[in-house]
Structures are given as C-alpha cells and as structure tokens.
T-cell receptor
C-alpha cells in the first residue's frame, strides 16, 4: 500500500534562518506531488506541484522553493524565513489520471513557527 | 478551475443529518465534484466524489442536480467526531488542485 511521510513534524525557527521540509512517498511510482500551506484558521494554499523529477510549478511567488530530486521525494526550502512563513505545511500525492480528478493523499503535516 | 462557494460554518447536534451545500456556477463539462474532510492538525481526507445525480458511500451521500451548478454533501446522523472542516472542490483532469476556505462543522452533544 502507498504511504506518505513528511518531516520534521514540528519546527521552530528564527526569522532569517533557512528551512528544509522533506516528503517521501512509498508504494507508488511517478506520482504528482504537492506542497500546501495552511495558516492558522485558514484554508489550504497550494504552493507548488510537480508532475515529475525536476519539474516544479509554483503557484505563489515568495521566498520558498521546491525541488524534486527523486521520483518520490519532494523538498520545500527557504533561504531566509519570514514571520509570514509560519503555518502548517502539508505534502500530498496523487496518481496520474487521464479522465478525472485524482484523489489527493496527504502526509501528517509539518508545523512551522517562525519567531 | 471553477470557483466554489460554501458556508463558512455550520452547527449541528449529535444524531442529526447535516447537509452542506456548495455552489459552483461555472462548472465545466469535464469537471468532477469532490469533498474532503479535515480534522485539526491533520491533512484533508477524501470523502466522496461525483459527476451528476447521487453518489453514496459508507460515509456520506453527494447530491448533484441536473444543472450541476451546486452540490450537497449529506452526512447522516452526525457524531461529535464529525466536527471538522469540509472542503468542496471542482476540477477536471489535471494536476492542479485548489482548496477553498471550506465549511467548519461543529457538532454539539
């Protein structure tokens, strides 16, 4: 069966420090991968999605970046965190489907607090 | 991607049926309607998906009228554990999946 893991689960970082969140998927190949962010009490904001190794689409221009160095690995990074980067970060994957919207499977989430 | 509109919040009592309606006036021919549930500090979880008429699974029912400009998620006999945020999504084939603000359902004892 397929599983998705992301880490770390919780992170407290000072403003201006770098960030690296990692997500891996097991039990499937060539998935679509996504990074979402959820601010406290708000909906999910799509940050990045990827359809293949090295292919990243950015939805929100900001100081965050994403990379997909391997088929089932998705990394969210920042060189210098801002206070506004605080939130709950969720990685998700879906199968590639040709005829309907594929179900999204989410990881456990990473809660980032920038102080 | 079709824009969706749903109530910000709803209250209910245990044992009642809850209906959450989502408006999607500019839904496209190849769009499907999907609902997700999210508990605090967890990622959303797929509940149900449909294209037209009625779809039912072990968790919920989804009613879609003929014009498909709205849909209603029906949760039978809710319990306290159904307190969550419910998201309505509309999209066709493709990779981009956008979530709206969702409906915060609060079930009281």
């Amino acid at each position: 069966s397929q599983t998705i893991h992301q880490w770390p689960a919780t992170l407290v970082q000072p403003v201006g420090s770098p960030l690296s969140l990692e997500c891996t998927v097991e039990g499937t190949s060539n998935p679509n991968l996504y990074w979402y962010r959820q601010a406290a009490g708000r909906g999910l904001q799509l940050l990045f999605y990827s359809v293949g190794i090295g292919q990243i689409s950015s939805e929100v221009p900001q100081n965050l970046s994403a990379s997909r160095p391997q088929d089932r690995q998705f990394i969210l990074s920042s060189k210098k965190l801002l206070l506004s980067d605080s939130g709950f970060y969720l990685c998700a994957w879906s199968e590639k489907t040709s005829d309907y919207t594929g179900e999204l499977f989410f990881g456990e989430g990473s809660r980032l607090t920038v102080l | 991607l079709a824009k969706t509109t749903q109530p910000i919040s709803m209250d209910s009592y245990e044992g009642q049926e809850v209906n959450i309606t989502c408006s999607h006036n500019n839904i496209a021919t190849n769009d499907y309607i999907t609902w997700y549930q999210q508990f605090p500090s967890q990622g959303p979880r797929f509940i149900i998906q449909g294209y037209k008429t009625k779809v039912t699974n072990e968790v919920a029912s989804l009613f879609i009228p003929a014009d498909r400009k709205s849909s209603t998620l029906s949760l039978p006999r809710v319990s306290l554990s159904d307190t969550a945020v419910y998201y309505c999504l509309v999209k066709g084939g493709g990779f981009k999946t956008i979530f709206g603000a969702g409906t915060r359902l609060f079930v009281k004892a």
